[in-house]
């Protein structure tokens, strides 16, 4: 008898989300999603690849072939691939610096990630934005920033750009815990409500700002409920079905009434940035807690098991698969140059203003 192969189906599955949906003057909605054995499968792969490259960043960092700062995203990668499979790349994304999986999810590559972060000519920025400035313009993804919380209001203009040409798309804009009390958030948020702009505001609540725990930084760490006037949706950022069916209702409402501010509690197993180690603040027992309780990647295996639409084996090679393709990408990102000396001044001021002073600077 032959083996039965991975399931590709496309034969509709209803699978119900791990906990209900929290909401803020706004009826939650159905905690019953509509999926497919072939999404389930893309869920799976999807965020291995991410988790595999994350790890490998951290290898290169401690190699020394990624330099200054690198914020890893591992634990959180239901956040990017549910996000994405709720919408279009006709939508807009903009994120803070722990940025390498929101690119991934929007289409970027291994190679031109991997070249980015060891700051190669190959890499989506050229090299010359390093771990926290990815970028994919022709699908829509604006960065990668560094400032924190400065990504809400660009974001927020995003969306009024999508308003003023009448687009009926929106834009999300992502920020961790510990930009949720900046004021140019709230200054950003006002001006969406008024003008009824469809911005979603997406709190990655990983709990810790930095070496900070949420309740040490915030009076009131509910942070859906943060817009007041605005209305929000709790959401278990851990399970990437929650996140899809949160991201598609936010969408719909955001671009027929306004803003709407999604909170996703999720974790990150990393420090906060390598020079992190992650310990100092919260115990061991915790982080490995979530990974036995809330793992993203394990929830997505136990569903594809329990429908039979692959077995352990399968999964396990399609993580070898993944794992050489990381190590196949890392190969030949390393194999292009860094940036010339030329391009120190480029894309730094408009053509024809100022590139006569800064050739002067590289001749002398």
Same mark, same amino acid.
């Given at each position: ?26 009826? %939650? %909605? ?48 239901? $956040? ?74 660009? =974001?927020? =203009? ?6 003023? +040409? ?84 936010? +969408?719909?409402?955001? $671009?027929?009434? =306004? %803003? ?65 393709? $990381? ?20 894309? $730094? ?16």
């Amino acid at each position: 008898m032959a083996a039965r192969s991975i399931s590709d189906s496309t034969a509709a599955l209803t699978i119900e989300t791990s906990v209900p949906f929290t909401s803020h003057l706004v009826d %939650p %909605p159905s905690r019953d999603v509509t999926t497919t054995p072939a999404e389930l499968m893309t869920f799976f792969r999807d965020m291995s690849l991410m988790r595999r490259m994350e790890i490998a960043a951290d290898s290169l960092y401690k190699a020394k072939l990624i330099r200054g700062f690198c914020h890893l995203y591992d634990g959180q990668e239901a $956040v990017a691939v549910g996000m994405e499979a709720a919408i279009t790349r006709n939508d807009s994304i903009i994120t803070a610096y722990r940025d390498h999986c929101t690119y991934l999810a929007r289409g970027g590559d291994l190679i031109s990630a991997f070249s980015e972060l060891m700051g190669r000519e190959a890499g989506c920025s050229r090299g010359k934005g390093g771990s926290m400035h990815f970028y994919k313009k022709d699908a829509n993804f604006y960065g990668g920033h560094g400032i924190v919380g400065a990504q809400v209001p660009l =974001g927020c =203009g995003l969306a009024f750009a999508q308003k003023y +040409k009448k687009e009926d798309t929106a834009t999300f804009a992502l920020y961790g815990d510990g930009a949720a009390n900046q004021g140019q958030l709230f200054e950003a948020l006002n001006i969406s409500a008024l003008w009824k702009l469809p911005a979603i505001l997406v709190c990655e609540n990983n709990h810790y700002g930095m070496g900070t725990a949420e309740w040490r930084a915030a009076k009131s760490p509910a942070y859906y409920k943060r817009g007041d006037y605005v209305p929000g949706l709790k959401v278990d950022g851990m399970d990437v079905l929650a996140v899809k069916q949160a991201c598609k209702f936010a +969408k719909d409402h955001a $671009v027929a009434n =306004g %803003p709407i501010v999604l909170e996703m509690d999720t974790y990150r197993y990393h420090g906060h940035s390598m020079s992190d180690p992650g310990s100092t603040y919260r115990t061991r027992d915790e982080i490995s807690g979530v990974r036995q309780e809330r793992d993203p990647i394990e929830r997505v295996r136990k569903l594809i098991l329990a429908h039979d639409l692959a077995t352990p084996a399968e999964l396990k090679d399609i993580e070898k698969e993944i794992r050489k393709r $990381v190590d196949d990408a890392i190969a030949k990102a390393k194999e292009s140059s860094m940036p010339d000396t030329s391009e120190l001044f480029t894309n $730094v001021y408009k053509k024809g203003f100022g590139v006569e002073v800064s050739c002067q600077i590289c001749s002398n």
